[in-house]
């Protein structure tokens, strides 16, 4: 029996009639099969979507989650944290799974180790970082937004100076968070060339 | 014994002689001014008073109460200088500001190119000067590390009083106000 043969085997096996299990077995236990795989797939992909799992590889919690910790958005006065996919990840469902299939190029880069000591991270820094302005750039900052949203910003409790600049360039449209904010929650790699502000 | 370890037992000789010698003829400190900021901690005798002003005249065997952390004042007044050429004063909080080999963040706002952008008072000239008087693209070496010169003000109490009268009062005193 060669290869060949046992291919189509199961082909037919699965495309022929069933021929002891009822039309409403059939339906029901695809349609409870169906939720569970759905489940399974959700909490698999809700498991992939925390800090702990981003800070479980050496890469991310000896760079960028060390940086985090520094800052305003780890924590603050008010104990709100955002988390590594607040940020990085969509919350949209199908962005979320476009950027979850962009994401396994990253599985590449630890399998072979692109930046597996703090010198080949920072030799590429510039490049990651480059990937993440061009993306909040492009969906105008969306995932800052989703906690910052300027029609619920007062900028009056603002200090004056922001609240110039956040009226006049935010408000107008004509900048995103990212074009002023780059570095808000990590260190920034070298600038030489970046256009700033 | 070794010759060497003769000339080491004879330096250790010297120091010891030096220290104790410095020890007995240095002047007794006293706590002279009263500090401004200071939190009133019982004193046990006049012997262990402290005289670290930072210690804000707690005595030596007390652990001084931490004074609550001071705010940095952020509400964009630019601020008089005191007497000529003092760096002018940061009149807001610069938290987290990145200002690195990589980056400076100060300058993202202070830059000649971005100051009108922003409002910013940019950096004068001079900081794009090299010490030959050469002009730079950016912003000369020497001059990168902002907080070198330029400060934030924070709302706490001066630990020491200050008298400081700079020269345009001297010369030119301000009238009482009559109060």
Redesign the interface.
């Known amino acids: 029996m060669t290869w060949r043969d046992r291919i189509l085997g199961i082909w037919r096996l699965f495309n022929s009639p069933s021929r002891h299990h009822s039309l409403m077995f059939l339906t029901l236990g695809g349609f409870i099969a169906g939720i569970v795989f759905w489940g399974a797939f959700n909490t698999t992909l809700e498991a992939t979507n925390t800090e702990t799992f981003c800070t479980s590889c050496h890469e991310m919690k000896n760079n960028v989650f060390a940086e985090l910790k520094?800052?305003?958005h780890y924590s603050n006065r008010s104990g709100v944290r955002a988390t590594c996919p607040d940020c990085h990840v969509p919350h949209q469902w199908t962005s979320k799974i476009a950027r979850k299939m962009q994401a396994s190029k990253e599985v590449w880069g630890k399998l072979f180790g692109t930046i597996d000591t703090r010198e080949k991270f920072l030799n590429h820094r510039r490049e990651l970082a480059e990937h993440e302005w061009a993306r909040l750039k492009a969906n105008d900052s969306l995932e800052c937004r989703n906690c910052h949203n300027y029609s619920a910003m007062d900028i009056t409790r603002q200090?004056?100076?922001a609240g110039?600049?956040h009226e006049r360039?935010l408000l107008s449209g004509d900048k995103t968070c990212i074009d002023?904010h780059k570095?808000i929650a990590h260190?920034?790699?070298?600038?030489a060339g970046v256009p700033?502000? | 014994m070794k010759p060497v370890q003769i000339l080491n037992f004879a330096a250790v000789l010297v120091f010891g002689v030096l220290v104790g010698h410095h020890c007995s003829r240095a002047p007794a400190h006293k706590f002279i001014d009263a500090p401004v900021g200071s939190v009133a901690v019982p004193t046990t005798t006049q012997t262990s008073h402290s005289i670290d002003a930072l210690r804000r005249g707690a005595a030596l065997t007390t652990e001084p109460e931490s004074l609550p952390l001071a705010r940095v004042e952020n509400a964009d007044i630019r601020r008089a200088r005191n007497y000529p050429m003092q760096p002018p004063t940061i009149p807001h909080a610069i938290d987290g500001y990145q200002v690195d080999q990589h980056a400076n963040r100060c300058m993202l706002c202070h830059g000649q190119t971005n100051s009108a952008q922003f409002q910013a008072p940019p950096v004068s000239v001079t900081h794009y000067m090299d010490r030959d008087s050469q002009v730079l693209a950016e912003i000369s070496p020497r001059r990168y590390f902002c907080v070198q010169c330029h400060v934030v003000q924070t709302d706490a109490a001066p630990l020491v009083a200050n008298t400081y009268t700079g020269a345009d009062d001297i010369l030119t005193p301000t009238p009482a106000t009559g109060e």
């Open positions: 520094s800052t305003i200090s004056p100076r110039a600049i360039h002023c570095g260190q920034l790699p070298d600038m700033q502000g």
